[in-house]
């Protein structure tokens, strides 16, 4: 029995640790790779010391710029927040089941109620939302983009017409799009039993419109730059359109496509966290706003965290879909960066 | 009697941005059922051109190409193209290269089992099935053109049009696709019209050698039948009178009576 239920979860961990060390570029040998550790390390090391120098020559009215020391502080002080929630919280349902208990075994037809506990989002909260919200924004984008950028690809014609509103949208601001999403999403987004909050879903929306971009110009490129001989090929052969697409188009674009996506998702997250900041959706944007707003002397040194952690999340995402493109691209010897 | 193939009064012109380029004028050639053709001039003068329009690539200006009574239209398997860089689809093996035009070419009329004996018979056909799993870039360039080939072949044209299928291989590379080619020409008694540089190769492979003048307005100049016997052995053939004698009529029209435009000599 036991083994049934623990094996699972062993297949699952060797799972995770596959892929975690996929995202570990290869590396012909370990001294080459001691060294380019420790290069980085020394870079690392110049910039904190940099860092820590001029942060401590900055007074700011919410007092000294926060160093890496201060900073490095707030981290282990927003862990143990989180921390303490969750304590918080389980003593809250453990508390609610008890007393419902009682209820019930002092009255069978007692009527209960269960509450959901409505703690204070701490900020491990505002980055699963961030996550999920960038998540969801970029897959609509992309479910919009790439067919958009293969049509453009195909056709020299729709390319003619759809290129002229492509370049002029590319350019504009996210914060520009927010007030017009809003609106309509406040409009058009109504029904009893939301799913999802109608912030969520503004700031999901702005982050597709604005993500949109690199992907269908990259697509466009790669589907309209397959190899003429190729073409040939499928024209000799006389394959299907949907088979043209599948067999020949979309392998030779899938470089180009992914180079697409890539940027896209890197602007999704940046554009996030704009607008998370201005629709106060729950997330690192509003976190970063509310820790503005309550000026403590605590403060900076919070959102300094908040800026590494979305640093490190950033390269975390781009080195995510570089895995995932190794795992799809037929040419597995191609360096990828 | 109508011809096998026969292309009559092609011209072609294209449009580019300094004006209309007429690339072939008045081409006119009949090809008999499993004849050897081997197309032959300088570049430029519109060799490939010819080819692409019996391949249903380009369309003529005027004039038209009949095959087996029917016109030549738009591009079919029924005349199959094995491509100068191979054209090799590089996420796919061999054999799913092979497979991707059978498929097409057989739907509905083989099954999966049959299909697959076909695949692997035209991969034997040209010594290939040791390497039917592999991609492109793990074998080497003539490797890649027996694929071509096969690829062709699988598709069980009417003709096999062939653009300069050799040019890129080194000599002795060469000179083994050549014997196969012979070798699978004499064992199908497919219809070929292959495009060439080689001298050589042309004399060695042909029926007839068709010389092409020097472009603009590129023409036929002169048709050269081969009538050495088969199978012919390069060796044998190498002091042969009437090899040396083809060779040389088609070395003097190359190079006396059209030559190269970029070596216009004093």
């Known amino acids: ?337 | 009697m109508q011809s096998y193939l026969e292309i009559s009064k092609v011209g072609i012109e294209f449009n580019t941005e300094s004006g209309n380029f007429r690339a072939l004028q008045n081409v006119n050639l009949k090809v008999d059922k499993g004849e050897f053709i081997s197309l032959i001039g300088h570049s430029g003068c519109g060799k490939s051109t010819v080819l692409n329009i019996l391949a249903g690539l380009y369309q003529a200006t005027e004039g038209g190409v009949i095959l087996e009574g029917r016109e030549v239209n738009s591009p079919s398997p029924d005349r199959a193209v094995v491509f100068q860089n191979h054209a090799l689809l590089p996420w796919l093996t061999v054999y799913e290269n092979v497979e991707l035009g059978v498929k097409q070419v057989f739907k509905g009329k083989k099954s999966r089992a049959e299909m697959a004996d076909w695949i692997n018979h035209n991969l034997e056909l040209v010594h290939i099935t040791h390497a039917k799993h592999k991609r492109p870039h793990e074998i080497s360039g003539g490797m890649k053109q027996r694929v071509g080939i096969a690829r062709g072949l699988s598709m069980q044209p009417k003709v096999l049009l062939m653009d300069e299928p050799f040019g890129a291989l080194d000599a002795l590379t060469r000179a083994h696709l050549q014997d196969s080619l012979m070798e699978i020409h004499a064992e199908l008694g497919t219809t070929v019209v292959m495009i060439t540089h080689d001298v050589d190769e042309a004399v060695l492979l042909s029926d007839r050698i068709v010389m092409m003048s020097n472009g603009p307005s590129a023409t036929i100049g002169e048709i050269l039948p081969v009538t050495l016997p088969r199978p012919r052995n390069r060796l044998a053939l190498a002091d042969d009178p009437d090899f040396v004698h083809a060779r040389q009529q088609v070395l003097k029209f190359l190079y006396d009576k059209h030559k190269f435009p970029g070596a216009k000599a004093a």
Request: charged fraction near 15%; aromatic fraction near 8%.
């Open chain 1, 1 to 337: 029995m036991n083994t049934l239920v623990t094996k699972p979860k062993e297949e699952l961990g060797a799972l995770a640790w596959k892929f975690a060390l996929s995202l570990v570029p290869k590396v012909p040998s370990i001294t080459r790779l001691m060294r380019s550790l420790s290069i980085s390390a020394v870079g690392i090391a110049l910039f904190l010391m940099l860092w820590q120098g001029t942060a401590s020559n900055i007074n700011t009215s919410l007092g000294q710029f926060p160093g890496p020391v201060q900073v490095w502080a707030q981290m282990q002080n927003l862990v143990d927040e989180y921390q303490r929630e969750q304590e918080r919280r389980t003593e809250f349902y453990t508390r609610q089941e008890t007393r419902n208990a009682e209820l019930l075994a002092e009255d069978p037809n007692a009527e209960i109620r269960v509450r959901p506990y409505t703690g204070r989002p701490t900020f491990l909260d505002q980055i699963q939302t961030s996550l999920i919200t960038v998540a969801f924004g970029f897959v609509i984008a992309m479910l919009v983009a790439i067919p958009l950028g293969i049509v453009c690809g195909l056709s020299e014609l729709i390319y003619s017409a759809v290129n002229p509103i492509i370049q002029l949208f590319k350019p504009v601001s996210p914060l520009a799009w927010l007030p017009l999403v809003t609106m309509v999403v406040s409009a058009l987004y109504v029904s009893e039993n939301p799913m999802f909050e109608k912030s969520f879903i503004t700031s999901a929306i702005t982050v597709a419109l604005c993500c949109l971009w690199p992907t269908v110009i990259n697509t466009t490129v790669g589907v309209a730059s397959v190899d003429k001989d190729l073409i040939n090929v499928s024209r000799v052969i006389c394959l299907p359109t949907h088979m043209h697409i599948r067999k020949i188009v979309l392998p030779s674009a899938i470089p180009l496509i992914f180079t697409g996506m890539r940027l896209s998702l890197a602007t999704g997250w940046m554009v996030l966290i704009a607008a998370e900041m201005l629709a106060q959706n729950p997330g690192l944007g509003k976190f970063i706003w509310d820790e503005f707003q309550n000026g403590s002397s605590d403060s900076l040194g919070r959102i300094m965290v908040a800026v590494i952690v979305i640093g490190l999340i950033g390269f975390a995402l781009d080195r995510l879909m570089l895995a995932l493109q190794r795992r799809v691209s037929w040419d597995k010897n191609s360096v990828l960066r």
